[in-house]
Structure formats: C-alpha cells, structure tokens
C-alpha cells in the first residue's frame, strides 16, 4: 500500500525500489531542498492516508530521509543504523 502512495509523487527520474518485504527505497532526482520539501509532503501522506479504510491499524510507516552519500550500503547496514539512533539518538539531531 505504501509503495502505491509514494509512487505518486515519483517523477520518471525517480527510482522506487523494494529493498525488502517491509522496506521501500526511493531515490530523487532532485537534491537539497527540493528533495526537503518532498520529502515533506510524502511524510504528511502518510501521516493523513486513511490507513484504516485498508485494514490497517497498527503503526503508522516511517519515512527517513538520506542522502545519496549517507545511505547505507546493505540492508543490514540499514537496520543497524537505525537501531543505532534508536539507542543513542539521531546524530544530525
């Protein structure tokens, strides 16, 4: 379901992967604050997409942005990075 949100936004120089069955990966075209300001928008799709309406109450999608430099080279990177800010906090925060 998250996949068909996202795609809407996407331009045809988007590229929108799955990465895994519970993962998405979208690179922009676009950089710095255009890439912030869609970035945004997405965020707040998913914040007001009635989720329920499919089925699904559990928690809400998360959506991270990173630049193309910072992004983890595998999935277990990913993970391992997140669980990291989990612990110790966002490091650009």
């Not at 979208?26 to 309406?53: C, N, S, T």
Request: one cysteine or more; a negative charge; glycine letters at 6%.
């Amino acid at each position: 379901m998250c996949t068909e949100v996202i795609h809407s936004l996407c331009a045809p120089q988007d590229l929108l992967s799955r990465i895994s069955s519970d993962r998405l990966g979208l690179l922009l075209a676009e950089k710095g604050d255009a890439a912030l300001e869609i970035f945004q928008v997405m965020a707040k799709m998913i914040e007001i997409y009635p989720w329920h309406r499919k089925g699904l109450d559990g928690p809400l999608p998360k959506i991270m942005l990173q630049d193309i430099l910072s992004f983890p080279f595998t999935l277990e990177q990913l993970i391992g990075s997140q669980a990291q800010e989990k612990s110790y906090g966002n490091p650009a925060q």
